[in-house]
């Protein structure tokens, strides 16, 4: 009896329990609830305190949404900075361009430096304070006073330029300059102006104004191949920028806004009217007078003659970025000044910048074309001459090392070549060339011709799309395991795969998104990765990674670093049989197909022509068996150009280089090509008229290898100068006379 009460009573707590539980949830909700009501009531109080009507509200609103708006703004103005404060996680950015590096040409004559040279860099305290006015007053007179962003001058450029209706004033400050020459490029992006900004104020956080003011003069580029005000005044006016006059100073100050443009070895008048106009900045600004400055207007600065000659400046880029590396990965010691011989060829170089701009200047204007980039490059992979856009004064973006473009049919040698490394395809197997369609992807052809069954040699020639497609399909047909359901989708997308290995063993380095067109060009690739894709061809498969490099010496003229033996091997990508039938193939391009304008009689020839959509940029890429060479037209801004292909100005550009750039070679074809007839008459090939091709010869000089045995007799002569102490006379001189007769055998021998 006992145990039940007990059960019973236990049971009845319990449920007393719950219930008090409950009535406690419910009376603390209710209390929350009206305390909630209470405080929103209040709340509802104070805020009516605030409310504004009529114009008020309209100006209440339009703060508060651009108050949003700016929020939205600086992040993602701070998310664009982001990748550019990248550039300075390194402890090390101030001494990026600690190198002081002579570069020599293939033949061992001097084209150039990069760098900061020690011994020649001039405290600031130093330079003439007529010259710094003259930066200053033309630049950015505000630079002492702002922050890295001068909003007054900004705003007064924007106005200048809308009352003109064009860019009269740039905007950008001193120090917005020293970011984009140490950090950025020269693209003109809304990108790029938010990193500069955002790299201004890094840069002004982290160095003092004046160390600012140095590195802008020390670093600049100001034509003729000078980085510095005291390279560009040796190189001008023959005197350390210690000596300039006020004119001369006017001048130099005037070449930072548009250093080709302005260079006095340009355009003399264009450069002392440039120099007017500093003077004018000089007593506008209040840091002269006009009298000061008369009698600099009376007597304007002239400079030191050069007679015109010009600096392989994109080729010198790419070598020092070479030579960095290089250093960088500890291949070069801890010397830091060097002499770089390179692969350079200053008679090519010069013929490939004059054909550009003749091209330019004459022609491209009627189909809408502002720039071109080409390389000249041996087959395994020295470059011989480059040039990476029209001017590079007025922009030093390198076009045929850096720019990234759709190379259109031109890529299509990836999807040929993959389909011959199958086994089961040829240059004479049939391909369907008919309209396809991949999900909702229908590709076409160039105007739209219809193609049908043809074989792979008319295919690329004519550069049928629908083929390359097919193509593409049946590559993927021939991987896809036999017991999958077939599924066209998929295995194009297989094959596309398969595309993108070829594309990447042969050199190509960048991104290659997976999409239905990529057999036909869609994806970007750089000039420089062309290059080396078709020197791998050229050369029989192997591997052809670009360099300039040759040899390395330090500052004791000691060898440190050479090519042949501490570069990349030639290691075999491609099986050479594969690598001959596809550059047979090739050459039915040249002879009957898109790139006929690159024929040139007694040369062996395999290419191919690329065109994009609305013709935004425009290839051919072609080799022989001694040079490669790729050439590009288009515009910066991507802007369509009217009815241009390929096979018009950069078949007919590759041709005037190419048929310059072999003369007193001994011609060779394309691994696996058959020697074209008559080869004897390359010298004389061309069109007749005073300015063909055929008119311009090229001066010959020492090979390259030539040039190294002459080294090696420099260095054969230290030796002996530094053992002459030590050995008696008569045998010293035997032995000096052994040594200098075999070498000098050697020399002449490999000039042959």
Known sequence: MSRKLTELFSAVNVRRAFLALDAFIDSSLYDSGQRAKKAYAAFSAFMDRFYVSGFVKLCVEAACESLNIGVVAAVAALALALPAFQETASSDWLKREDLAVTFLDRYGNEVGR??????????????????????????????????????????????????????????????????????????????????????????????????ILKLYLDRAYMGGGAFGVEAAAQYYFGKSARDINLAEAAMLAGLFKAPTKYSPTVNLPAARARANDVLSNLVDAGFMTEGQVYAARLNPATPVDHNSESSPDWYLDFAYDEVKKLADNGKLGNDRVLTVRTGLDPAVQNRAESVIEDMLRNRAPAYNAHQAATIVAETNGLLRAVVGGRDYGESQFNRAIDAERQPGSSFKIFVYLTALLTGKYHGDSPIDASPICIGDYCVHNFGGESGGVMSINQALAQSFNTAAIRMAVKIGEFYWPKNKPYHLGRIAELGRKKVVETARAMGVTTPLTDTVSLPIGADEVKMIDMVAANAVLANGGKRATPFAAIEIRNSAGKVIYTHDANGAPPIQVIPADKAGEMNRIMTHVVTDGTGRAAQIPGLAISGKTGTTNNSTNVWFNGFTGNLVCSVWFGNDDNAPMGNLVGGILPAQTWHDIMIYAHQGLDIKPPYGVPPAPKAAEIAAAGEAGPNSAADVKRQQGLSPRATQIIDEIGDLARQDRSRSASLPGPDLASARSQASDDAVLKAGAASQ
């Open 114 to 211: 990069r760098g900061i040279r020690h011994d020649d860099s001039i405290p600031l305290e130093q330079l003439p304070d007529h010259f710094i006015k003259a930066v200053l007053a033309t630049e950015d007179r505000r630079f002492f006073s702002h922050f890295g962003i001068d909003i007054v001058g900004t705003f007064r450029a924007l106005t200048v330029d809308a009352a003109a209706s064009g860019v009269r004033q740039g905007g950008s400050s001193l120090t917005q300059q020293l970011a984009k020459n140490l950090f950025l490029t020269n693209e003109r992006s809304l990108e790029r102006k938010i990193k500069e900004a955002w790299l201004a104020l890094w840069l002004e956080h982290h160095l003092a104004k004046k160390e």
